[in-house]
């Protein structure tokens, strides 16, 4: 018997992948990190008279298709029927700050009928957070959106005073479709 000088290979772990990235779905690693210390952030809030499971319907809604009602989705795709919880994706096409954006959204956040957040991969970043508060008579809901700025610490600073008014009023567009909407739909 002749030896050889070849080693061993040795045995690697197989990696199991989950659905998604079976399918060749990946996301780079900071796809869904957003920098709120450079982003223009706006919170506002509104009393619907309607329940938070009315409400949260109507938000979920607007990943899975177009509504019609929100001024800044246009139209949206899920990639997978993965079902609603963090983690969906969802392809949209937005209008922002008069363009046409298309990118991937993910959810970040998913606790039914109380928090839903999202955020854009793609740049400019996008982030919209919604927290449900129920009252009597109705929902608190408040939106904080967020828009990421690149640049210098003075450019951004500028950016700031010049957009942070027009996304302070598309949240109080947003909210206010939202609550005609949800007033006059019966779930």
């Keep these: 018997m002749v030896k050889t000088n070849r080693k061993k290979k040795k045995p690697t772990k197989k990696t ?82 008069g363009r046409k954006l298309e990118s991937l959204a993910i959810i970040t956040t998913y606790k039914r009928d109380s928090t839903l957040s999202w955020i854009l991969t793609s740049h400019p970043k996008v982030k919209e957070y919604w927290r449900l508060e129920p009252k009597p008579g109705g929902t608190i809901v408040h939106l904080t959106l967020g828009l990421e700025i690149p640049g210098s610490m003075i450019s951004r600073f500028f950016q700031k005073i010049v957009r942070g008014k027009k996304l302070a009023q598309k949240a109080h567009e947003i909210l206010m479709q939202l609550k005609k909407v949800a007033e006059a739909t019966d779930f």
């Design 16 to 97: 199991v992948l989950s659905g998604r990235a079976k399918r060749g779905f990946r996301l780079p690693p900071d796809a869904t990190k957003f920098q709120a210390d450079k982003a223009i952030m706006v919170t506002q809030g509104i009393f619907i008279e309607t329940g938070a499971p009315s409400c949260f319907e109507l938000l979920i809604k607007r990943l899975e298709e177009p509504t019609g009602w929100d001024p800044m989705i246009l139209d949206a795709k899920p990639m997978y029927n993965t079902g609603r919880r963090a983690g969906t994706a969802t392809s949209l096409t937005l209008k922002l700050s």
